[in-house]
């Protein structure tokens, strides 16, 4: 069982930065891939961003240019720097971790979630 837990949110105005963190409890979760997903209010759960354990990257249309994934194994964190934040990137952010996935964009492929974190961007 791997334990997420999601850190850096806040509230930002349009164009500002904020850096996410996903600290897992397992000491193996350079064996996982990982992948960053936002929901914002009345609306589904959206991919943003996902690193493979091996650290290729792909990133969702909206945030890609903005949005840098990374992974530190050896802290067994994940990150997600964001950049010239949008007010339309309002939303709760969660990690998740996938153990085996045929795809990284879609979050029925990931096993573990964490509870989230809230980002907020004013205009």
């Known amino acids: 069982q791997v334990q997420l837990v999601e850190s850096g949110g806040g509230l930002v105005q349009a164009g500002d930065s904020l850096r996410l963190s996903c600290a897992a409890s397992?000491?193996?979760?350079?064996?996982?891939?990982m992948g960053w997903f936002r929901q914002a209010p009345g609306k589904e759960r959206e991919f943003v961003a996902a690193?493979?354990?091996?650290?290729?990257?792909v990133y969702a249309d909206s945030v890609k240019g903005r949005f840098t994934i990374s992974r530190d194994n050896a802290k067994n964190t994940g990150y997600l720097q964001m950049n010239s934040l949008k007010p339309e990137d309002t939303a709760v952010y969660h990690c998740?971790?996938?153990?085996?996935?045929?795809?990284?964009?879609?979050?029925?492929?990931?096993?573990?979630w964490g509870q989230g974190t809230q980002v907020t961007v004013s205009s």
């Open positions: 397992e000491r193996t979760f350079s064996n996982y891939h």
């Open positions: 998740a971790a996938a153990d085996r996935a045929t795809s990284l964009l879609r979050g029925k492929e990931y096993d573990y």
């Open positions: 690193i493979g354990r091996y650290g290729g990257t």
